[in-house]
């Protein structure tokens, strides 16, 4: 049985002001529940809290590497954010969240025979889960190597400076790292502006045309990633070995519509099986299968609702449904059954849907 993530509640241990706008915030997990915590480097946790009467959810990814028995996340204030706003002037050592289980599928397979290069691509906050990747690749696989490329505004933003310089002095051998500054010369042009598809071809001509590279790891803004995907697929590196996060879904800052009621969507009966218990419920015509859970009161695993996280996937297995978007399942996944739940609108007029498969 598929372990549903869940929430519980978890004192915060210490909170680092990492950079002007950005926090480190490390959780104390009791030792009944470090197993339930146990994580892969690459993964998030997803925070709840009540905010002005509001639930508010968000996902940050773990910056600690499992072999740390620690579990941090680095929350950067971003303009009007509620949690971040929160996190960063209110959030105090010795205050409770929900906190769910470890998520994400933006993991590594490692093996301490292996022998690889890896090629890491950050932007701003999106260092949290490649700082954990790098340190767990250079403390597992002895005979690997890490590129890492990291782009800020300027020195004062780069997150997790300090710590990265000291990985650098551990593993100076099989770790480089290259920083791109856009507001701040370093002496030279390479080091200099945005990580776009050019300066990722720059990039690759300079440090790694002579390297076979095994995998691609990006995480960063949107247009950042994708830039940095199609630079390495044109120099050759197979889009299955570029691997990348998004938290939000493409374009997700413009209005979106709800979809249209079409043919293909219909009023349905849908079981749902959670943890051993099942859930009947009649779901309208245009609803999705965790929206009408919701409005029945039953309590679903969810973080982004944006096709993204994966956090609500559970398994068909009778009926059918179309996802309105999807980000986060691969095409094995889609093909062996498996949907979002928040994207998902029944398309026959029986659908059960299991969390535990």
């Not at 105090?92 to 470890?102: A, N």
């Not at 219909?266 to 959670?274: A, D, E, F, G, Y």
């Not at 297995?317 to 986060?328: P, V």
């Amino acid at each position: 049985m598929r372990m549903t993530p869940k929430f519980h509640t978890l004192k915060i241990a210490e909170i680092i002001h990492e950079t002007e706008d950005c926090v480190s915030v490390s959780f104390s997990i009791p030792d009944e529940l470090k197993s339930d915590y146990h994580f892969e480097a690459g993964q998030y946790l997803t925070l709840k809290t009540q905010l002005e009467g509001e639930e508010i959810r968000r996902s940050y990814s773990l910056c600690s590497a499992p072999y740390e028995n620690e579990w941090t996340v680095a929350i950067k204030k971003v303009e009007k954010g509620k949690f971040s706003t929160y996190a960063n002037e209110l959030l105090s050592v010795g205050d409770e969240l929900e906190v769910m289980t470890p998520m994400g599928k933006f993991t590594p397979h490692l093996d301490s025979k292996n022998e690889k290069s890896y090629a890491l691509f950050a932007a701003g906050s999106g260092i949290t889960p490649i700082l954990s990747i790098a340190k767990t690749i250079l403390n597992t696989e002895l005979d690997s190597t890490v590129s890492l490329f990291y782009g800020n505004k300027n020195s004062n933003s780069i997150v997790f400076k300090e710590e990265i310089e000291a990985l650098k002095n551990i593993f100076l051998n099989r770790l480089r790292i290259t920083h791109i500054l856009s507001r701040e010369s370093l002496g030279n042009k390479l080091q200099k502006g945005r990580i776009d598809e050019e300066k990722t071809n720059a990039l690759f001509k300079t440090f790694l045309h002579h390297e076979n590279i095994d995998d691609v790891f990006i995480c960063g803004p949107e247009e950042m990633i994708f830039a940095v995907k199609a630079a390495m697929e044109n120099n050759g590196i197979s889009s299955d070995h570029i691997h990348f996060e998004l938290f939000t879904s493409p374009g997700d800052n413009k209005a979106v519509e709800k979809p249209e009621v079409t043919a293909n969507d219909v009023t349905s009966n849908v079981k749902i099986i959670l943890d051993g218990d099942e859930i009947d419920l009649n779901l309208l015509s245009g609803q999705t299968i965790l929206d009408a859970a919701h409005e029945a009161g039953a309590d679903l695993p969810f973080a982004c609702k944006g096709g993204v996280c994966c956090t609500c996937k559970a398994k068909i297995l009778e009926g059918s449904a179309r996802m309105t978007i999807n980000y986060g399942l691969e095409p094995d996944e889609i093909e062996a059954g498996y949907t979002l739940t928040c994207q998902a609108h029944p398309t026959s007029d029986k659908i059960v849907v299991s969390f535990d498969d």
